[in-house]
């Protein structure tokens, strides 16, 4: 076993800016280490500087080539540019498909710049927690530009990046049906439309399609007053970068100015904070499953009890927080 | 205003299998009324008859055309068959895009048969209340086998069909890197494969792959002596469909010889239950939001604060049972 240093030194390396400090933190927060609110705190005071981007997309549409394109376009205007890829876990295929050697590659040797994929194995809001945890320590580590991509399907991934500072939403032409089925639930969220591909046939029409149902839903999304831009890129490339950055660039300017930013934020951080209550109460929930949920389990998978019941009983006896008295309780009704 | 019939009323008339009865309900699981818990409670003594198969996949890959085609076959055995489409939301769109007058086509004028896409509208856990409860509806009406069906993307998404009676995961020939990517996290929850498209180039080699995986993962895999089978499938022109239902049949043969099958009952139940108190608990964060969740939201976004103390926080005032007083209490700190 390699020693670890101690929590607090890890934070104060990391907010040194030393590169494996920030990737050990990481490491706590998908290992959801204990470590985690001794660490949340002492980073704190030193959060809130950089700005989030996030992009997400249905798979093959280019994501990490755009990001990667777009690490280059921030780090060209002087930026420390993290990025983190947020990718469904798989205890099968072993973690990450997209590996951080090929996201790697290109900014291998640019202290600048910090890759990773995150992996966050399994159920129970795993992503909602992470993810902005890891945030927090890249935020703290002085990056400047946060990039955070997801996979545009699931409500947990959009959700994600939903709450960004300025989310970013890629299509590709031509991608027929399979898009179509993704992109529900991604297009509302949309602060700026990338069409990547823009050379493949039927950029155009896709374009179009987008910039229609925008016309059409334009009260639905974000900002009453912000058209959601439509940027044609081929990041393969490095085409259209220059027009993407300036979009997010035009929408944070926006948002100051509305103080969309601000709400966007506060936002964030009820999101944060709730997703790690929600986890508490559901670790509480867990502890309970040895004796009471499973007897409940058995009663509703039987039909003796319904189970909204069921929760309504096991809400009960977290609330009154005194488990072994309340389950006696219940066992003697 | 259309006068709705009130809830007993309805569920009786689920339970005498008239569908407007069980769209209705299935409404109200949607809309998340308040009458739910009468609804469960009345549905309850009447279920856990269904067996319930999911389906997913990564999109494009022919969800949809397979359980119609499997519609058509477990017909063709005498049993009443009831199809859930779970399709991410969107507001945006207006909701399912891949609507139910396609899918109803075939089975439109066939009374056994009943078809629901359900939109889940947004966060909070929303897939995953509604989809069993659902379930239990279609379970409660006398429906021998209800089809679940979602995008195989996404943690929720995927849940739903793990906790099935049988798993199967869809895939296609040569759909490339966006494939790779969305089979994360869906190939170990498989019961049964199916590789659709099979007449087009490289289904053999997607065949030989997944066989691999399996003998690769087999210890990571469901049950310890099931193997997972692989079956070729054009489900456009209805062929390998027999091969499928066989392989669904021998899995469940297998899981009630194992005792697999009643133990992912009780996984479901117990999974029901959690989510439901889940949100409750969600549900009284919420109430606090005005108040006290906005505030330490403030002080987490200026860094006075860390999230995992502000979620402690919240969880004792929502433990206390009475908010007012300890608001009053912590304000007064």
Avoid at 80 to 96: C, E, M, N, Q, T
Avoid at 118 to 129: I, N, P
Avoid at 285 to 308: I, Q
Wanted: neutral net charge; contains cysteine; charged residues 25%.
């Amino acid at each position: 076993m390699v020693r670890q240093p101690p929590t607090a030194e890890l934070v104060d390396r990391a907010l040194e800016r030393h590169p494996r400090a920030v990737a050990r933190l990481i490491s706590l927060v998908e290992a959801d280490s204990p470590h985690l609110r001794a660490v949340a705190r002492a980073l704190a005071p030193h959060t809130g500087r950089a700005r989030v981007i996030g992009l997400t997309g249905p798979p093959g549409v280019g994501k990490s080539t755009t990001t990667s394109a777009l690490v280059s376009a921030y780090r060209a205007r002087g930026q420390r540019v993290g990025v983190l890829a947020v990718d469904p876990s798989s205890p099968f295929s072993g973690g990450a498909l997209l590996g951080d050697r090929v996201r790697m590659g290109e900014h291998a040797a640019d202290p600048d710049v910090f890759i990773r994929s995150m992996a966050t194995r399994g159920h129970l809001g795993g992503l909602a927690v992470a993810t902005p945890q890891a945030l927090r320590v890249l935020d703290a580590a002085g990056f400047d530009v946060v990039l955070v991509e997801t996979v545009g399907v699931g409500q947990s991934e959009v959700d994600v990046v939903a709450l960004a500072d300025c989310a970013v939403v890629l299509l590709a032409p031509g991608m027929g049906d399979g898009v179509q089925a993704a992109k529900a639930g991604i297009l509302e969220i949309a602060d700026v439309f990338a069409v990547n591909k823009a050379d493949r046939d039927g950029a155009e029409a896709t374009v179009r399609e987008l910039k229609h149902a925008i016309s059409l839903g334009r009260r639905e999304i974000r900002g009453p007053s912000w058209r959601t831009p439509v940027v044609k890129t081929i990041a393969a490339r490095a085409e259209g970068i220059t027009d993407l950055v300036d979009a997010i660039e035009a929408h944070q300017a926006w948002a100051g100015e509305r103080g969309e930013f601000t709400a966007r934020r506060l936002a964030r951080a009820r999101a944060e904070i709730e997703s790690i209550a929600v986890r508490e109460l559901r670790a509480r929930l867990g502890e309970l499953r040895g004796d009471l949920l499973d007897r409940f389990a058995a009663e509703v998978r039987s039909g003796t009890l319904d189970p909204y019941r069921a929760a309504d009983d096991l809400i009960a006896v977290i609330a009154a927080n005194d488990t072994n008295a309340t389950i006696a309780g219940i066992h003697d009704k």
